[in-house]
């Protein structure tokens, strides 16, 4: 029963360069979520997915972010022309179902220099 | 509406002694209100949650106390321990988790 793993650990990048940022469910787990956690705060919902519904992403910063979940398993999260603001941890998390007991990777943590 | 605010920001508390972390929010379409424990480096996990059908929930030494016509909820640590020392955050949940800016505990030797 392995958890939640993400990819890569940790991920330096020059501003203006895009990175992906990879999530790996708990099998059998239909809903996925993503978090991006800055220094010293607390989780910022950024989207999420459940099953073949359409996903939402009420949470995502702006149109430089955007993330895909490919059968229903693992899932992707892209940040084009990336600013250093966009430096934080990103935290995966993923449920039995909607509204169930949240699961967390260990995160990514994203340097933008 | 959507937000849960915690406090206190930071707690310190001697070995032994009760940690108390409490909770407020707005939206009473609010279902569900877990707890997450989170160590440095690590994602957080899940440490208790209760739903608003009850007021308490014990499981060892954490307890949750829920108040629903105050839209209050607190995290009680009893006998609390320096591996107990972590972040603490409060959430809400309709949907999606909200989560509250956490608590840093630390627990006194």
């Known amino acids: 029963g392995a958890g939640v793993s993400q990819s890569p650990s940790n991920k330096v990048t020059e501003k203006g360069k895009d990175v992906e940022l990879r999530c790996d469910p708990i099998?059998?787990?239909?809903?996925l979520y993503w978090y991006r956690q800055s220094l010293g705060q607390g989780l910022e919902f950024l989207i999420y997915?459940?099953?073949?519904?359409?996903?939402?992403k009420s949470g995502l910063p702006s149109d430089r972010f955007s993330a895909e979940r490919t059968g229903g398993s693992v899932s992707t999260l892209t940040i084009q022309r990336t600013q250093q603001e966009d430096s934080a941890v990103y935290l995966c998390?993923?449920?039995?179902?909607?509204?169930?007991?949240?699961?967390f990777g260990p995160g990514t943590r994203l340097t933008v220099l | 509406q959507q937000q849960v605010k915690q406090s206190p920001q930071s707690l310190i508390v001697q070995k032994g002694g009760i940690s108390i972390i409490n909770c407020a929010y707005e939206?009473?379409?609010?279902?569900?209100f877990p707890w997450y424990q989170q160590f440095p480096g690590k994602g957080p996990a899940l440490l208790i949650a209760i739903r608003p059908d009850v007021s308490e929930k014990k499981e060892g030494r954490f307890t949750i106390s829920f108040n629903k016509s105050a839209k209050q909820f607190s995290l009680h640590i009893m006998d609390s321990q320096p591996g107990d020392s972590a972040t603490y955050f409060c959430?809400?949940?309709?949907?999606?988790?909200?989560f509250g800016t956490g608590t840093r505990l630390l627990v006194s030797p």
């Open positions: 939206n009473t379409a609010f279902d569900y």
């Open positions: 998390a993923s449920s039995f179902r909607q509204g169930n007991e949240q699961f």
């Open positions: 099998s059998g787990h239909t809903a």
């Open positions: 997915f459940q099953g073949n519904s359409a996903p939402d």
């Open positions: 959430a809400a949940s309709f949907q999606k988790l909200v």
